[in-house]
């Protein structure tokens, strides 16, 4: 009896309850969030890995709670898809990104493409297709300036109705792009019947790539299968000369990082798009 009671306790120890209070806390805040404004979007630079300049954007969204303070999407983005918050605030995200680039191109900046992360929840909305036109007439873009950035979690529980909702989107001119590739699930087989555009090469390869000779390997050969695959690469967290005289020698299209330009509010890119060489 004494053993028993000994190891009891210890299926809810302190540190899980601390955990979901503080989940619980978020959920309660982020339904509120949007009514109270507390969403803004960064924009961080994708630049053309040959030419050095600005191709894109890539929208990450930040929070500012008044009592909670800047909470990182890592920490929220996960408590939102949970709790249902994810399709508004996804909803919000795609909105206030191309209305974003609308201003950028009516003030005669030549951004080619704004790239947005969706959330799996999101993409299996029946409704997405519909809501992402919507969005795009109102705001006068061509499909083809919208990239959205999927992982390969979309395609887990069910791969046939994932390729049919890529197959939709693709149909409508939008471009898709697998985002922190080589960290998920899918195969190799599964990947080549997905209509996608770019590989996003995940920065966990990229970190190390100046003193890892695995990590060149790994990287080298996913370049080299997207171009079999006719698939685009830009390769994320790029922070030193180094690693990117290394993608670039390798044929990566892309590149995006601390080196490259950090994620900013939209009037500090604003100053990026006049200048346009990065790199
Ligand atoms: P992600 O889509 O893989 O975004 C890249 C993350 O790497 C961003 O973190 C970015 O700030 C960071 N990063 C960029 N360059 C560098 C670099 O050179 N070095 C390092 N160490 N980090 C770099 P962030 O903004 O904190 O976002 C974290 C994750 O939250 C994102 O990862 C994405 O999964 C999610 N997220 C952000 N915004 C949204 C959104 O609007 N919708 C959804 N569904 N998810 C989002
Ligand atoms: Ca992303
Ligand atoms: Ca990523
Ligand atoms: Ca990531």
Same mark, same amino acid.
């Not at 969204?61 to 909670?68: A, D, G, K, S």
């Not at 009516?106 to 951004?111: D, E, R, T, V």
């Not at 995006?256 to 939209?266: D, E, K, L, T, V």
């Given at each position: 009896?004494?053993?028993?009671?000994? #190891?009891?306790?210890?299926?809810?120890?302190?540190?899980?309850?601390?955990?979901?209070?503080?989940?619980?806390?978020?959920? #309660?805040?982020?339904?509120?969030?949007?009514? /109270?404004?507390?969403?803004?979007?960064?924009?961080?630079?994708?630049?053309?890995?040959?030419?050095?300049?600005?191709? *894109?954007?890539?929208?990450?969204?930040?929070?500012?709670?008044?009592?909670?303070?800047?909470?990182?999407?890592? &920490?929220? !983005?996960?408590?939102? &898809?949970?709790?249902?918050? !994810?399709?508004?605030?996804?909803?919000?995200?795609?909105?206030?990104?191309?209305? @974003?680039?609308?201003?950028?191109? #009516?003030?005669?900046?030549?951004?080619?493409?704004?790239?947005?992360?969706?959330?799996?929840?999101?993409?299996? @909305?029946?409704?997405?297709?519909?809501?992402?036109?919507?969005?795009?007439?109102?705001?006068?873009?061509?499909? *083809?300036?919208?990239?959205?950035?999927?992982?390969?979690?979309?395609?887990?529980?069910?791969?046939?109705?994932? !390729?049919?909702?890529?197959?939709?989107?693709?149909?409508?001119?939008?471009?898709?792009?697998?985002?922190?590739? *080589?960290?998920?699930?899918?195969?190799?087989?599964?990947?080549? /019947?997905?209509?996608?555009?770019?590989?996003?090469?995940?920065?966990?390869?990229? /970190?190390?790539?100046?003193?890892?000779?695995?990590?060149?390997?790994?990287?080298?050969? !996913?370049? /080299?299968?997207?171009?079999?695959?006719?698939?685009?690469?830009?390769?994320?967290?790029? &922070?030193?000369? *180094?690693?990117?005289?290394?993608?670039?020698?390798?044929?990566?299209? &892309?590149? @995006?990082?601390?080196?490259?330009?950090?994620?900013?509010?939209?009037?500090?890119?604003?100053?990026?798009?006049?200048?346009?060489?990065?790199?």
């Amino acid at each position: 009896a004494k053993l028993v009671g000994r #190891n009891t306790y210890s299926f809810f120890t302190p540190e899980m309850r601390a955990q979901s209070v503080r989940a619980l806390q978020l959920e #309660n805040a982020l339904r509120r969030a949007l009514e /109270r404004d507390q969403f803004t979007l960064h924009y961080q630079p994708q630049v053309c890995i040959t030419t050095g300049q600005l191709t *894109g954007v890539e929208a990450l969204l930040r929070w500012q709670h008044p009592e909670l303070g800047q909470v990182s999407p890592a &920490e929220f !983005i996960p408590v939102a &898809e949970d709790c249902g918050q !994810i399709l508004p605030i996804g909803e919000w995200v795609l909105r206030q990104a191309l209305v @974003q680039l609308r201003v950028w191109r #009516n003030q005669g900046f030549a951004l080619k493409t704004m790239a947005v992360n969706l959330s799996a929840v999101q993409f299996r @909305q029946p409704q997405l297709p519909e809501i992402i036109k919507r969005t795009l007439a109102e705001t006068g873009l061509e499909p *083809g300036c919208l990239e959205l950035e999927l992982t390969e979690g979309v395609a887990m529980d069910d791969p046939r109705a994932a !390729i049919a909702t890529m197959d939709q989107l693709h149909a409508c001119g939008i471009r898709l792009s697998m985002d922190d590739f *080589g960290t998920g699930y899918s195969s190799l087989s599964q990947l080549k /019947r997905f209509p996608i555009y770019k590989l996003k090469i995940d920065q966990s390869f990229v /970190r190390d790539l100046d003193d890892d000779a695995n990590d060149r390997a790994i990287v080298s050969a !996913i370049i /080299r299968m997207a171009q079999a695959l006719g698939m685009q690469t830009i390769a994320e967290g790029v &922070e030193t000369i *180094g690693q990117l005289a290394f993608l670039r020698e390798q044929g990566c299209t &892309e590149a @995006q990082g601390y080196h490259c330009g950090r994620p900013q509010p939209a009037a500090q890119l604003q100053a990026l798009l006049a200048a346009q060489l990065l790199c």
